[in-house]
């Protein structure tokens, strides 16, 4: 059975940084694309990153894109999000989902990070950044 287990939530003050990580199980980690989406209170998903384990490759979201920096940890099956200078509206549920494959990388620095391409979901964490 295929696991995403996201931690590293919680509560920080605007300008603050925060760590995520994504624990993965029951998959061949190295195969797999992981990315990063979020859901704010009353808005829709949002892609925010993803990293390919087969070649380190990297995707982000302009609205994070200089602030936030994707990480994979091959040994410990871990993808890591480290998130900074922090603003409210980076407030959301962050959640990590896995592909199989390298190549949503080169689609999404196209198109973006297309959510309905992921074959798995963890649970979301939430991130609150306050004011």
């Known amino acids: 059975e295929v696991q995403l287990v996201e931690s590293g939530g919680g509560l920080v003050q605007a300008g603050g940084s925060l760590t995520l990580s994504c624990a993965a199980s029951g998959l061949i980690f190295d195969d797999y694309t992981i990315g990063w989406f979020r859901q704010a209170p009353g808005k829709e998903r949002e892609a925010v990153s993803c990293?390919?384990?087969?070649?380190?490759?990297?995707y982000y979201a302009d609205s994070v894109k200089g602030r936030f920096t994707i990480s994979s940890d091959n040994a410990k099956n871990t993808v890591y999000l480290q998130m900074n200078s922090l603003k409210f509206e980076d407030t959301a549920v962050y959640y990590c989902a896995a592909d199989w494959g390298p190549f949503l990388v080169t689609r999404a620095q196209v198109m973006g990070l297309p959510a309905e391409e992921m074959d798995y979901w963890g649970k979301g964490i939430l991130v609150t950044v306050s004011s």
């Open positions: 990293i390919s384990n087969k070649d380190g490759r990297t």
